[in-house]
């Protein structure tokens, strides 16, 4: 099994192969920043910023004697645990001096930068210490590095592609089989590199460990009794790193477990069948215009980054027929496999088309692992195919001829989009959070709300370049906690749609949230200026960012109220329009077959900016469309107890209701109750009836919230 693991050759540390590695990604992903690597940020969407802010986070904490686990600065007053976002706690400490002396965005970039060079240079040791050839394994650590999966991910996830610790393990697995390492020099080494895993992503480390196991398990099926044998003896020294590493973060992964609010994440993103051979336009082949055209059906966007491509693909299958007898390859390709299935998720997708279930579905019953997107395994596909890539370049039987013709495909199918545009994007910060304007306006700790809010906007960047000097009733960590869900007003900020009684629904949040200032920064967050400017408050422009400011009397009616009471009167609203607009519509002659929230606002009987998206489903939780036999469903989302009176109201003039949709309404409604879809279903000549008794509960010039008990 371990014959191949040959003596090292020249450039032992694999210095050179590290420069080559990274100079394509300075020279390629990074043109856009390096000129301005304040001004210009690697990446595409918002989430960059969150990084930014636990980059300046930990060091701040850490400093000021601070739980770095937990803060109120973010979703205030409740606060949030940083263990349930990928907290980074060792990239912000190794990168802390670069953060403190140039910036969080600067020292951002900069880890961005390295992410593909240290995984390429990973891969290229471990396929150097299968092969013992330099050259296929620097083409075999090329394609780990700047694999579809990392040029994916590095558009926004950070801690996604700091992946350098797993071709490591493996590498330091192999040489302890192979004897090149003692016991205890390899139970510390495999500690720190599980460590290191763990507290850069504990989703990096579980999905690792998993496959890790499932590739173990291959090889003890495939081996011969002697390897076999050393497998099974690598289980103990293995087993004491791991339970080193738990100790080591046990500071970590206790806050991680620890609380009754165990965040669960429900949205699968999983590879579309396609994306396996079709590149995204992270690739250079993949900007052709059928083929971009082609990837814009691949859910996720940005987590599309499934691509094998077909000459890898090719000389896996070349290699595979050829060294079947040998375990090792067996045993990767039959790896490849697997996970491949596991990454297209519970239901087969092709060309963004749902189909039948997969295996995947199963794994959703799992504790911890039903939580792991599929559409991130591709990353465990390409190190296996990368290192059998490595193998075939280093086999004497292959022709020269034929691996000139491979690295040329290679060359053509992996190189990288060169558009410095599609790396990049810029930092627009106002001057407000960077020269000091805030301390003028605002007191040390007042609790503020930021537009554009969550992940519409850079909040959590503006607050980290103030020093943490307020705090923001919202923010942005990867999802929004249950209590700030359950808000009308969150929801209409989050999809920038207009919702019934926005002056009210508005000082509520304020009031409950303790707060008295709205900042708004940017075109998206202007918008909401004109809504607000009417809602009372004084308003005035510093730095770039408008400050509107509610006096206290303004707030004070609505400091006791019950917040189920408020999202129970918007659902009713909302669902009396999307009432009166089904009615209307079918009124004036049209099937109920072409009704979606989207035509009925199109057509002017829904209010401008009500809802979000084509579909009977809008993108921001309605429902207006047909079930079938004739029949037209109305629906809003909530939790099951602001939703019960509007149910107890309407359920005796519907066909039906389904809750959660699209599940029939039962008395003790099964699963997750919390903030989910309730459709009725309406015969058409139900909807008068129904509209009859909404018409009292039409949205008004105000609401006047009941107090909360106590």
């Known amino acids: 099994m371990y014959a191949t693991f040959r003596r090292w050759p020249r450039d032992r540390y694999g210095i050179g192969a590290f420069l080559i590695y990274s100079g394509v990604s300075l020279g390629v992903l990074g043109r856009g920043v390096a000129a301005a690597p304040r001004a210009f ?47 980074i706690p060792l990239p912000a400490i190794a990168a802390a001096p670069i953060t403190a002396r140039f910036g969080p965005v600067v020292a951002y970039n900069l880890l961005c930068l390295l992410a593909p060079p240290l995984a390429a240079w990973s891969a290229f040791i471990l396929c150097r210490g299968i092969t013992g050839r330099w050259w296929p394994s620097l083409v075999g650590g090329y394609l780990f590095g700047f694999s579809a999966y990392m040029l994916a991910q590095i558009l926004a996830h950070l801690p996604l592609i700091l992946v350098f610790p797993v071709p490591l393990a493996a590498w330091l697995a192999i040489r302890r089989g192979a004897g090149r390492i003692g016991k205890s020099a390899f139970v510390v080494a495999m500690a720190l590199t599980l460590g290191s895993t763990l507290l850069i992503s504990l989703e990096i480390f579980a999905t690792a460990t998993i496959f890790g196991a499932l590739f173990i398990g291959l090889l003890i099926v495939f081996a011969d009794e002697e390897p076999r044998r050393s497998i ?92 079947w007898n040998d375990p090792v390859v067996r045993a990767m390709l039959v ?37 792991a997107l599929p559409a991130r395994f591709p990353i465990f596909i390409s190190l296996a195919l990368a290192v059998i890539c490595a193998m075939w370049l280093a086999a004497n039987d292959v022709s020269a001829a034929l691996k000139g013709v491979a690295l040329g495909a290679i060359a053509i199918f992996f190189a990288p989009n060169p558009s410095v545009a599609w790396w990049t994007s810029p930092v627009a910060t106002p001057r407000f959070f960077l020269d000091g304007s805030f301390r003028r306006d605002l007191a040390p700790g007042a609790t503020v709300l930021i537009l554009p809010y969550g992940f519409n906007g850079s909040s959590m960047l503006w607050q980290a370049e103030s020093g943490f000097y307020f705090r923001m009733a919202g923010g942005w960590t990867s999802f929004t906690p249950h209590e700030f869900q359950r808000w009308p007003i969150v929801d209409a900020f989050l999809h920038n749609v207009w919702i019934p009684d926005f002056p009210e629904q508005l000082k509520a949040f304020l009031a409950y949230h303790d707060s008295r200032a709205v900042l708004i920064a940017g075109a998206t967050g202007g918008r909401w200026a004109p809504l607000l400017a009417a809602s009372g408050a004084e308003s005035k422009t510093i730095g770039g960012v408008d ?21 129970r009167r918007a659902d009713q609203a909302r669902f009396a329009l999307l009432l009166d607009a089904a009615r209307k519509f079918l009124a004036h002659g049209a099937g109920a077959a072409s009704l979606t929230p989207l035509k009925a606002q199109a057509l002017g009987l829904l209010p401008p900016d009500f809802v979000v998206g084509a579909g009977a489903r809008s993108g921001n939780g309605l429902f207006l469309g047909p079930l079938g036999d004739g029949r037209v469903g109305i629906g809003v989302t909530g939790s099951l107890a602001a939703l019960a009176p509007m149910i107890s109201r309407y359920r005796s ?30 015969t058409p000549d139900a ?24």
């Open 547 to 567: 400050i509107l400011r509610f006096s206290t009397a303004a707030l004070a009616p609505y400091r006791q109220i019950d917040v189920i009471e408020i999202e």
């Open 232 to 323: 099974v003896l690598l289980s103990a020294p293995l087993a004491l790193a791991y339970a080193i590493a738990f100790a080591l973060a046990s500071p970590y992964l206790y806050y991680f477990l620890h609380g009754d609010s165990f965040p669960h994440f429900h949205h699968l993103l999983s590879t579309d069948l396609l994306n396996f051979l079709v590149p995204t336009p992270s690739y250079a082949l993949g900007t052709e215009r059928h083929l971009a055209r082609l990837s814009t059906r691949f859910g996720g966007r940005i987590e599309a980054g499934g691509c094998l491509g077909l000459p890898l693909i090719a000389i896996a299958i070349w290699h595979g027929r050829a060294r």
């Open 653 to 682: 003039v519907a066909d039906q209701v389904y809750f959660p949709f699209p599940r029939r309404l039962t008395p003790n409604p099964r699963g997750d109750t919390f903030m989910r879809l309730c459709v009725f279903a309406f």
């Open 335 to 371: 790896f490849a496999g697997l996970v491949a299935i596991a990454a297209l998720g519970p239901r087969l997708q092709v060309a963004g088309v749902t189909l039948f279930g997969m295996p995947w579905k199963i794994a959703q019953h799992l504790p911890l692992i039903s939580d």
């Open 41 to 87: 940020m690697v990446g595409r969407t918002t989430d960059p910023t969150v990084y930014m802010w636990l980059l300046k986070w930990w060091p701040h904490a850490i400093a000021g004697r601070i739980n770095p686990f937990v803060t109120d600065l973010v979703w205030a007053p409740g606060g949030f645990n940083l263990t349930w976002t990928t907290a």
């Open 687 to 710: 909807l008068g009836r129904a509209a009859a008794i909404a018409a009292p509960l039409a949205p008004g010039p105000g609401l006047a919230f009941p107090t909360r008990s106590n």
